[in-house]
């Protein structure tokens, strides 16, 4: 990619990133920002999130970010303002003008808009129309998985979403494989949509070169559980947490639970309390290098998020996943086809009565094969793609 080096210079590359709930569309647009200025000096990445931690993370020389007001997502699917106390529609109208006021100043070559076409309650509509007119390549970013079919259809068409698909975006990237699993089965798509996806490929981690592990977890082996955000996560670790309490401290690795920032502080400090009582289990609320965690555990027990997944294939982790099922399929159908392939172990939270199942999860993680033994870390190569994919378009 080096001959395309001079013809990147001063390039720019703006992404979008609603960030309503959890840390994974922060973290996949974080990687992808990373590689770009890696692979390009003279590019530089502007990210807009409503993220209200993503000044917790580390970010590389010329990836800058600006934050909008946060919202965040309620149990029935509604949204709410995070840390103002005005309107939803105050909240949204700001963000909105903001996005658009960022955009029309940095006069990006590419926009980049991660999973919502149309953003937050159609927030980037206007940023997507006046970029277009400016000559700006608008590209949408999807994880591997969106949803079931049907779901997704009546979601995408209540939101207005396939006329923006056929004339806003110019590309569609899919951040997984086509032989794997389609986002958008079922959905009809006009013929001249669907050639504007591109099937990239998983996006492969790197472990931050300023980190390091802490000196209690270098001189023996643990299990890394980690809820992601940790908004949805409590059931998960409660399940952990009882199958350490009911078996002896030899029976099962020593456990470092990452609760996540956003876990309720009442669910925080019931958990802490327990998880004080049990010898060969730890607790963390957070860690921006969760990466550093997971690459030196022996095993790992998650939800299966897309960010969760490619982590575990990144650094050729053992794990027991357990998917959520509500309000998205999205974690079930991606960890029932893995687990299929044997890449993880997986548990359904219909069981979550059962610890014995957890126990038994828990005592085995250790011997399960690695995922590279079955093709796990040959699907990671969607950075790269990107990076080639972004030096094509600037270049045009």
């Not at 609603?18 to 974080?30: A, E, Q």
């Not at 076409?117 to 608008?138: C, D, M, S």
């Amino acid at each position: 990619m080096t001959q395309y080096l001079d013809r990147l210079q001063d390039a720019k590359v703006l992404i979008y990133s609603h960030d309503s709930f959890g840390l994974g569309h922060l973290r996949r647009c974080r990687a992808i920002a990373h590689s770009l200025v890696d692979a390009y000096k003279g590019l530089s990445v502007l990210i807009l999130s409503g993220s209200p931690i993503i000044s917790q993370f580390d970010f590389k020389a010329r990836v800058d970010f600006v934050r909008i007001p946060g919202v965040v997502k309620l149990r029935d699917g509604d949204y709410t303002s995070l840390g103002l106390h005005i309107d939803l529609d105050q909240t949204l109208a700001i963000r909105s003008s903001i996005i658009q006021h960022t955009a029309e100043i940095y006069s990006p070559d590419i926009f980049l808009v991660d999973k919502e076409p149309l953003g937050l309650r159609g927030e980037v509509a206007q940023t997507l129309r006046v970029l277009k007119l400016r000559g700006t390549t608008n590209i949408l970013g999807l994880r591997d998985v969106m949803d079931e079919s049907e779901a997704l259809q009546a979601e995408w068409q209540r939101k207005e979403v396939l006329p923006a698909l056929n004339k806003l975006y110019d590309e569609i990237w899919v951040y997984g494989s086509e032989s794997i699993v389609n986002p958008i089965q079922g959905i009809d798509l006009p013929a001249a949509t669907r050639k504007k996806m591109r099937y990239l490929g998983y996006l492969k981690r790197q472990l931050p070169t300023t980190s390091y592990l802490p000196r209690e977890y270098r001189n023996q082996p643990y299990i890394l559980i980690t809820t992601g955000g940790g908004g949805d996560g409590e059931q998960l670790v409660d399940w952990v947490v009882r199958a350490y309490e009911q078996t002896d401290e030899d029976e099962i690795l020593p456990g470092l639970i990452v609760l996540g920032p956003f876990m309720s502080n009442m669910a925080q400090r019931e958990f802490q309390q327990r998880i004080q009582k049990i010898k060969n289990l730890k607790v963390k609320t957070f860690d921006s290098y969760l990466e550093v965690l997971m690459a030196n555990a022996e095993g790992v027990v998650a939800m299966g998020g897309y960010n969760t997944f490619c982590e575990i294939l990144s650094f050729d982790k053992k794990a027991v996943l357990v998917p959520r099922e509500v309000p998205r399929l999205e974690q079930y159908i991606r960890v029932e086809f893995a687990a299929e392939q044997q890449l993880v172990s997986m548990l359904k939270y219909s069981d979550y009565q059962t610890t014995e199942l957890m126990v038994q999860a828990l005592k085995a993680l250790p011997n399960q094969p690695l995922p590279s033994k079955f093709g796990g870390t040959e699907l990671l190569n969607g950075l790269g793609k990107i990076n080639q994919r972004v030096a094509a378009l600037i270049k045009q």
